[in-house]
């Protein structure tokens, strides 16, 4: 069983940058692909970005290319999500997965509990 615990959220202005931090106990972290979805007020969950077990792959939605960059360290048991030039459309929250790579949240077996991140105009 797989624990992961999100944090570094914020209220941030727009055009500001965060990073999330995800921390995982309780399994074999390097065995998981990662990822980070978003859930806005009133929206359904929505994939932001993946990394492969290595590290060698990412992928990433459209409305978050070029902007956030997802990370892992499994030294650390960590993934991270670097967060930059941030829009008030990113407000949501955040969470991270383990599991198998790509973009449907049903392809992930574990998640966090999330964390807030709010971008005011």
């Known amino acids: 069983q797989v624990q992961l615990v999100e944090s570094g959220g914020g209220l941030v202005q727009a055009g500001a940058s965060l990073r999330l931090s995800c921390a995982a106990s309780?399994?074999?972290?390097?065995?998981?692909?990662m990822g980070w979805f978003r859930q806005a007020p009133g929206k359904e969950r929505e994939f932001v970005a993946s990394?492969?077990?290595?590290?060698?792959?990412?992928y990433y939605s459209l409305s978050v290319k070029g902007r956030f960059t997802i990370s892992r360290d499994d030294a650390k048991n960590t993934v991270y999500l670097q967060m930059n030039s941030l829009k008030p459309d990113d407000t949501a929250v955040y969470f991270c997965?383990?599991?198998?790579?790509?973009?449907?949240?049903?392809?992930?077996?574990?998640w966090g509990q999330g964390t807030q991140v709010t971008v005011s105009s």
């Open positions: 997965a383990a599991g198998r790579f790509g973009g449907l949240p049903e392809g992930y077996n574990y």
């Open positions: 990394v492969n077990r290595n590290g060698g792959s990412t």
């Open positions: 309780g399994g074999t972290f390097s065995t998981y692909a």
